[in-house]
């Protein structure tokens, strides 16, 4: 009970507190794509903005919000903790580790989700009771 309850509040919880700085860049998308005005973003590793800007919304908001669920919780682990880490060392690369340690408290927590994976308490384990 307690080990399900625990991998459900750090897969829950670190997905529940991501999810807002991924809407926030979703709105800056979608604002820059209906005013037809150039996306201001990071532009990594010579991806484009827009390129760059999406990526991050699947890393922020679409795993996530399937990590909060536990669909595909592995998998999606995998982009939000590499967002994180991008976040952590190239957009803030230069900057102190307080300015990092954000994002690496949540590219530490989407890993031990995809080390761990989902618990009990997810659709991934309510999907597999169904398949057996």
Do not use: C, N
């Not at 820059?32 to 991806?47: I, R, Y």
């Not at 890393?59 to 903790?81: C, H, Q, S, Y």
């Amino acid at each position: 009970m307690t080990h399900a309850l625990g991998l459900f509040l750090l897969r829950a919880g670190t997905s529940f507190l991501m999810i807002p700085h991924g809407w926030a860049k979703y709105e800056r998308l979608s604002q820059a794509l209906a005013a037809d005005e150039p996306v201001k973003f990071m532009d990594f590793m010579g991806l484009g903005t827009t390129v760059s800007l999406a990526l991050t919304i699947l890393g922020e908001l679409i795993a996530p919000a399937l990590i909060l669920v536990g669909f595909k919780t592995r998998w999606m682990a995998a982009p939000a903790a590499f967002t994180m880490l991008v976040a952590a060392f190239v957009a803030h690369g230069s900057d102190p580790l307080a300015d990092k340690e954000h994002a690496l408290l949540y590219a530490l927590a989407f890993l031990a989700v995809l080390l761990l994976g989902p618990g009990r308490w997810s659709l991934d384990s309510w999907l597999s009771e169904r398949k057996a």
